[in-house]
């Protein structure tokens, strides 16, 4: 790829805006070092990889998000002979690896739908992960050494070398203590706290009794009122704890070169593990970016001609929500298109917005335009865009354009895309133009697609009569004097100076004399220019017009079914209510029979009187029975309804966003009954997560603290994506209600958060039920105790509350009781 179009139409931006969701520095860094791939293949094989992984993001398994350490120098060291690693570098290698398993077995625990419906074969994505090699060995290795926060673990010939340690240092404190505690002794001192001095122990002697304490002098202070003094009975002990140290330095080090040793075995494995996970990486940072950005994967365009070129509103990325959406159409055989139009109507950021998408898709990623926009796979995107005059260089506006498009001709193909903007300005009209249709007759002969933008009118009239040729124009409203900023394929636009020239307050006699230097051909050229506008703004409003009674059509249609679906729903309830009643009854009823049957058999008992009994109890279960059957049929059908009717409220948003261009690609999906779906349950409608199906119809749902088993029916579920019709049930929202803890732990806590996490747990614990619970705050300087106990002494639900006992506790633990309803 060209550099300087690279940087003229802004795609450093893009690959750094990609690099920074890399969650790891070295994937980062290969992406700012990429570049757009040329070879079809590469191309598809790329964007094969980042579809699938895109289409992970859609399950309900959260993705693991774990930085991945640098361990490239760590590789690469191991591949000297006789290296050790420290043990920074080993913690290192071994985060790399565990996080990398956690990654590869969220992957493999996904098929994307594509690779679901071919069980024959693997995917592309599968077949990466399964050639990965197995580094759990190394894995296990370093963490058999070090814990998981770094630290050499508590290994055997380590522990009597740290045990002789703890005991020299509690000796050593002991034999300091003596000179802190002394009465005559701490008169001498300085300060009573030890100091160290090159790792030795040494005491802060003032400097007029420093032939007191006889030891070796370390340090002068600048003052000179201080010396730092090692006692002659602290030597010994200093001595010895200095041996031990370098005896335990000594073993952590050959630990180290063992480590060392047993993980070079794998050298091979490891250095293609970090080559493919940082590939992998970057492959994750495409598909994370295009899942952010809400955009859409290109169909990709081969073969001779490139197939066509369609842009479907498309947005320029970097615009964010100032950008206007484009809609840019080429066929196969039309090769060039001439672009013109007034100043500030979008010509160039329709150039900028071509290339620039060209170049997204060919790096593996999604572009922010609608379903079904197609864009061709090219070997070049070269642009000259802007005016990069240079004084140093002697290089006028003209010079500057053709030195570049010098070097454009040299390098495109038939298989290029070339961006000109403003061709042939800069200098006399009629030579610019001349050369502009020169240089688009070599390109139309070389083969390659042309986007081209002037103010000549002449080549208005090249498009007309060259073939593959064809005009746009960006839209201008006369009424406002404002640019659209919409393109119109087939039709050249007006340069509108002397009304742009007007609105900026050039004098009106000026006006009036240029316009009469205004030739009569052309303003029939430009008549006709205008009716023909205004002929597409018809069509255009026709079409809208009819697109709006289809979609007030269809609300009114939803909503005619979402009364309907009320009113079967209360009417359901009303059903379930009676059905209440109905086993209450049931079970009151089979009482009294047994009761009956009792006295019959303390009386007179025949045959026939108990098989009366038994049919009555038989007949009532069965309709009891028979009437549940039936509101379950009712239940689930009102289910039905309503997720139909909720997708099509979000199919509708889709239209409604899609007009307005707001790129919408994530698949709408009929809810289910999932582990881990969100329900409400019971007429509070109490928010809870199912956890595993029980049984056909039943579920494990987790409701707080609680787990209970329900059946399907009284469940309703709750959608993860945020829809603002139809609301059908009443929701009470927990959801800043968290899990109540039975010991809430605020130490190291501000005020102001330690209060919203006890107010959390209050609410949490009523909802639950759990009565009673602790909260650890600590003594410190009783600011937080404080708090904690003037918060409970207010909170309307706090029955009482006061401190544990002391071996549970005491003072820096307070015990709290709620009231029971």
Same mark, same amino acid.
Request: one cysteine or more; charged letters at 30%.
């Given at each position: ?208 009794? /420093? ?133 500030? =109507? ?9 290339? +620039? ?14 379903? =079904? ?77 042309? +986007? ?80 023909? /506008? ?74 026939? /009187? ?65 582990? =881990? ?18 049984? /056909? ?120 009781? +709620?009231?029971?309803?």
């Amino acid at each position: 790829m060209n550099e300087r179009s690279l940087r003229l139409l802004e795609f450093d931006e893009i690959r750094s805006r990609v690099a920074s969701r890399a969650l790891s520095d070295e994937a980062a860094q290969h992406i700012l070092s990429d570049f757009p791939q040329l070879n079809t293949l590469e191309v598809k094989t790329l964007k094969g990889l980042v579809v699938e992984l895109h289409d992970t993001y859609s399950r309900p398994v959260e993705e693991p998000r774990e930085y991945l350490p640098t361990i490239g120098p760590v590789v690469e060291k191991l591949k000297v002979e006789g290296t050790s690693l420290d043990m920074d570098e080993a913690y290192a290698l071994g985060l790399f690896i565990q996080r990398s398993r956690h990654l590869i077995q969220w992957l493999k625990g996904s098929k994307s739908n594509r690779a679901a419906q071919s069980e024959m074969s693997e995917s592309p994505l599968q077949s990466l992960l399964t050639a990965l090699p197995d580094c759990t060995p190394v894995e296990t290795e370093i963490f058999s050494i070090l814990d998981r926060d770094g630290n050499l673990r508590d290994l055997p010939e380590l522990r009597e070398i740290r045990s002789r340690l703890q005991s020299l240092h509690k000796e050593l404190d002991v034999i300091t203590s003596r000179y802190t505690t002394n009465e005559e002794s701490r008169k001498m001192l300085q300060s009573e706290v030890p100091s160290q001095r090159d790792g030795r122990i040494v005491l802060a002697v003032k400097a007029n009794f /420093k032939g007191r304490i006889k030891g070796i002098v370390h340090e002068v202070s600048s003052t000179g009122q201080t010396i730092f003094i090692e006692p002659e009975d602290i030597i010994e002990k200093n001595n010895e704890i200095v041996v031990q140290e370098q005896r335990l330095a000594a073993e952590v080090a050959r630990i180290l070169r063992e480590l060392t040793s047993r993980i070079a075995v794998h050298r091979e494995s490891l250095v293609a593990f970090h080559t493919q996970i940082i590939y992998l990486e970057t492959l994750r940072a495409r598909s994370r970016y295009s899942w952010e950005s809400r955009g859409t994967f290109a169909i990709d365009i081969t073969g001779e001609h490139q197939g066509p070129l369609q842009i479907i509103q498309g947005r320029h990325p970097l615009l964010g929500s100032k950008a206007v959406p484009i809609d840019l159409s080429m066929d196969s055989e039309t090769r060039t298109v001439i672009i013109t139009g007034p100043n500030t =109507g979008g010509k160039t950021v329709t150039l900028k917005t071509v290339g +620039l998408f060209i170049l997204m898709n060919q790096f593996g990623l999604a572009v922010p335009a609608a379903e =079904g926009t197609s864009l061709p796979l090219v070997d070049g995107v070269y642009a000259d865009i802007g005016d990069e005059q240079s004084i140093s260089q002697s290089l006028s506006t003209f010079s500057s354009h053709m030195t570049n498009i010098a070097s454009i001709i040299a390098a495109a193909t038939s298989h290029s895309l070339v961006l000109l903007d403003e061709l042939g300005s800069g200098t006399d009209p009629e030579e610019g133009s001349a050369i502009a249709m020169a240089l688009l007759d070599h390109f139309i002969e070389t083969g390659a697609r042309v +986007l081209v933008t002037t103010h000549h009118s002449i080549l208005k009239n090249y498009g007309y009569t060259k073939p593959n040729v064809q005009n746009a124009s960006v839209d201008f409203d006369s009424r406002t004097l404002s640019p659209t900023y919409h393109i119109i394929m087939g039709i050249p636009g007006e340069s509108r100076a002397l009304e742009i020239a007007s609105r900026n307050g050039l004098p009106q006699s000026i006006l009036d004399r240029a316009r009469s230097y205004l030739d009569e051909e052309r303003t029939d050229v430009s008549a006709l220019i205008i009716g023909l /506008k205004e002929k597409h703004r018809e069509l255009d409003r026709a079409v809208r017009d009819k697109e709006q009674e289809e979609r007030r059509l269809r609300e009114e249609r939803r909503k005619a079914d979402l009364r309907e679906l009320r009113l079967r729903q209360k009417e359901l309830e009303l059903k379930q209510q009676g059905m209440g009643e109905l086993r209450t009854l049931l079970l009151e009823s089979r009482k009294k029979l047994e009761n009956l049957v009792r006295e019959i058999r303390e009386g007179e008992l025949t045959r026939e /009187k108990t098989l009366a009994v038994k049919d009555f109890i038989s007949s009532l279960e069965s309709a009891v029975k028979d009437v549940g059957s039936t509101l379950e049929a009712e239940a689930l059908q009102i289910r039905e309804t309503g997720a139909r009717l909720a997708s099509e409220v979000e199919s509708e948003e889709y239209v409604r966003d899609h007009n307005k261009g707001v790129l919408k690609t994530r698949p709408v999906k009929a809810l289910e009954f999932l582990p =881990g779906a969100e329900v409400l349950y019971g007429p509070a409608k109490r928010r809870g997560k199912l956890v595993r199906q029980a049984k /056909k119809g039943y579920w494990i749902v987790e409701l707080g603290a609680i787990k209970m088993t329900l059946p399907e029916t009284e469940l309703q579920l709750l959608s993860s994506q945020k829809k603002t019709e139809p609301q059908v049930f009443t929701q009470v929202d927990l959801a800043q209600t968290a899990a109540p803890a039975l010991a809430l732990n605020v130490r190291g806590y501000r005020l102001e958060d330690a209060l919203e996490a006890l107010r959390k747990q209050i609410d949490g614990a009523a909802l639950s039920g759990l009565y009673e619970f602790s909260v650890i705050h600590g003594k410190g300087d009783g600011i937080l105790q404080r708090g904690v106990h003037e918060y409970l002494k207010q909170h309307p639900l706090v029955a009482d509350y006061y401190f544990a006992r002391p071996e549970e506790g005491g003072f820096g633990k307070t015990l709290v009781f +709620l009231k029971r309803s």
